[in-house]
C-alpha cells in the first residue's frame, strides 16, 4: 500500500508528520510493556520493605507480570480478529494504565500481585500488536524503518527499566514506577484510537478454544504458585506443594492433549512438528531463562549485600543493554549473510563465558569490576536474540508464522518467570546452607576472636561482627554457585542449536517480536 492509495474504508490513510507521530504512539505503547517487565527488578527490596514482605515474595511482583503476559501473548492473533486490531490495542493500552494506578495504590503484597497480574494481562497483547499496526500503518517502502524504530524501543526499554525503577524508589517510593505509566498510557489509547480506527480490518468471529484456555491458565498458574510458595511451605513435605504439583502435571499432560486434536487451538502446538522451530525454541528458552535470572539477581545481590543504591543497581545492570542497543544493527545484518546457527552459537557461548567469569566475584568488587562483565554480556545478547527468531520462524511454514511466533513469545516470555523464581528459591537455600558451613569453618584458631576482644570489643559484639563477615561470605559464594550453574545453562543452550537443520530460506527476525 502506497501513501496515497485509500483505505478499504474510504478514508486516507496517514502520511508524513501524522505517520510518525503514530509511529511514535505505538513504539511508546510497546516501550511501556517492555518496560514493565525490568522496572521493577531493583525495586524489588524496596517493595518487600514497604509491604512487610520478605524479597522472595517480593519477586511475584515479577513473575506474576511475566506469566500474565504470556497468557495473553498467544490469544492476541484471535482477539484481533475477533474485535479488530485497533480496539483491542486501544482497550489494552487503557486497561494497562489503570491497573498501573492500582499497582501503585497497593496497601498489601496479595493487593500488588493481584494488580500485577491484570496489568500483564492487558500488557500481553501491546508488544504483538503495536508491531503489527505498525506495518499496517506504514507503506512497504518504509516498513524496515517502522520496524527499526519498533526494535530500538523493544532494546532502549530493559536498559532504562532498571535505571528509571531505581532512580523513582532511591528518590521518590516504589508506587511511582507504576504510576509513570498512567500518563503515557492515557495518551496513547486516546491518540492510537483517534489516529489508527481508520486502519480498522473487517472482523472474523472465529470460535476461541475455552477448554484449551482454562488448561493454560490452570497449568501455568499451578506450576507458577508451586515455584513462588515452595520455599517457604519446604517444598514437597507440605501438602499444599504436592497438590499444586498434581494439578500442574495434570492440566499439562490434558493441555497437550487437548490442544494436539482441537481445530482452532489456542496455541497450536503442530508447529513442533518442525525440527529448526523446535530447536530454536528450546534454544531461547534456556537462554532467555539462564538471561533473566540472572538479572533479577544481580540487582537484589547489589542491594541487599554489597551497600548499593537501587539507583546505583540500575545502573550497573543496565551496561548490559546499553552494549546491546549498538550490536543489534550488526547482528541483524549479519544473520541475513551468514548461517545463524553459528552467529547463535558464538552469541550465547560467549554469554555463558563471560557469566562463568562472574563466578569468581568477591565481596571487595568495586563498581567497576561488577559492572565490566555485565557490559561484555551486552555484546553477545543480540547475536543470540535476533538471528534465532530469524531461524525459528525460517522453519515453519509461511502460514503458520503468526502462531509460531506468538508460542515461541509465550515460551520464552515463561521460562523467564520460572527462572525468576527458580534462581531466587536455591539462591536463598545456598545462602543457609553455605552460612552453616562456614560456621564450622571460620575463625577456628579463635585468633580473629582474641584480636576482636583485645580491641575492647564485649562478646555480644564479637558474635555478632563475625556473624556478619561468615553472611556476608555466605551470600558471595551463593550468588557465585548460581553463576556458575546459569553459565552452564548458556552452554548447553548454545550446544542445542547444532540439532536444527541449515534453513534454506531467511525471515526478517522483526517479523516474530521480541
Known amino acids: 500500500m502506497s501513501q496515497s492509495t485509500p483505505l478499504a474504508n474510504g478514508e486516507a490513510p496517514l502520511t508524513g508528520g501524522m505517520l510518525w507521530a503514530a509511529a511514535l504512539v505505538l513504539a511508546a505503547a510497546n516501550f511501556i510493556a517492555v518496560l514493565d517487565m525490568t522496572i521493577a527488578n531493583v525495586s524489588v527490596p524496596n517493595i518487600a520493605g514497604g509491604l512487610g514482605a520478605t524479597t522472595s515474595q517480593g519477586t511475584w511482583v515479577i513473575t506474576s507480570y511475566a506469566v500474565a503476559e504470556a497468557i495473553t501473548v498467544p490469544l492476541t492473533g484471535w482477539l484481533a480478529a475477533r474485535f479488530g486490531a485497533v480496539r483491542v490495542f486501544v482497550v489494552s493500552m487503557t486497561l494497562f494504565g489503570i491497573f498501573s494506578a492500582l499497582c501503585g495504590l497497593s496497601g498489601s503484597l496479595g493487593m500488588l500481585v493481584f494488580a500485577r497480574i491484570c496489568q500483564g494481562l492487558a500488557g500481553g497483547p501491546l508488544m504483538p500488536l503495536s508491531q503489527t499496526l505498525l506495518l499496517r500503518i506504514f507503506p512497504k517502502e518504509k516498513a524496515a524503518a517502522a520496524i527499526g524504530l519498533w526494535s530500538m524501543t523493544t532494546l532502549v526499554a530493559p536498559v532504562l527499566g532498571p535505571i528509571l525503577g531505581g532512580y523513582l524508589c532511591d528518590q521518590y517510593n516504589w508506587p511511582w514506577i507504576f504510576w509513570i505509566n498512567l500518563p503515557i498510557a492515557s495518551a496513547c489509547a486516546f491518540i492510537a484510537w483517534r489516529m489508527l480506527k481508520r486502519y480498522e480490518q473487517p472482523l472474523f468471529k472465529t470460535p476461541i478454544d475455552k477448554v484449551g484456555l482454562i488448561l493454560l491458565i490452570v497449568w501455568v498458574g499451578a506450576l507458577q504458585i508451586m515455584l513462588d510458595e515452595g520455599k517457604n511451605l519446604d517444598w514437597f513435605s507440605s501438602h499444599e506443594i504436592v497438590a499444586l504439583a498434581i494439578i500442574a502435571a495434570i492440566g499439562f499432560a490434558a493441555f497437550l492433549i487437548w490442544e494436539l486434536h482441537e481445530e482452532h487451538p489456542v496455541v497450536d502446538l503442530r508447529v513442533f512438528r518442525h525440527r529448526g522451530f523446535s530447536v ?235
Open 280 to 514: 530454536s525454541v528450546l534454544t531461547i528458552s534456556l537462554a532467555f531463562a539462564a538471561f533473566f535470572g540472572a538479572n533479577v539477581l544481580t540487582p537484589q545481590w547489589l542491594q541487599m549485600y554489597m551497600g548499593y543504591t537501587a539507583t546505583s543497581a540500575g545502573m550497573a545492570t543496565a551496561w548490559t543493554g546499553v552494549f546491546a542497543v549498538f550490536v543489534a544493527p550488526i547482528a541483524a545484518t549479519l544473520s541475513h549473510r551468514v548461517d545463524p546457527r553459528k552467529l547463535v552459537f558464538g552469541g550465547v557461548i560467549w554469554l555463558g563465558l563471560v557469566t562463568l567469569t562472574r563466578t569468581i566475584a568477591t565481596t571487595d568488587m568495586d563498581y567497576w569490576q561488577i559492572s565490566m562483565p555485565l557490559m561484555a554480556m551486552g555484546l553477545g545478547l543480540p547475536f543470540f536474540f535476533v538471528p534465532l527468531t530469524g531461524l525459528a520462524l525460517a522453519s515453519v511454514d509461511h502460514h503458520e508464522m503468526a502462531s509460531a511466533a506468538g508460542l515461541m513469545n509465550f515460551l520464552r516470555t515463561l521460562s523467564g518467570a520460572f527462572a525468576t523464581s527458580l534462581i531466587t528459591t536455591v539462591w536463598d537455600d545456598q545462602i543457609t546452607r553455605n552460612h552453616a558451613e562456614l560456621v564450622g569453618l571460620a575463625d577456628s584458631d579463635q585468633s580473629v576472636r582474641a584480636f576482636l576482644e583485645s580491641s575492647g570489643m564485649s562478646a555480644d559484639a564479637v558474635l555478632q561482627s563475625l556473624d556478619r563477615l561468615v553472611s556476608g561470605q555466605a551470600v558471595m559464594l551463593a550468588t557465585n554457585q548460581i553463576m556458575a550453574a546459569v553459565g552452564i545453562a548458556f552452554i548447553v543452550a548454545a550446544s542445542a542449536i547444532w540439532l536444527a537443520p541449515k534453513p534454506h530460506r531467511h525471515v526478517d527476525p522483526s517479523v516474530g517480536g521480541h
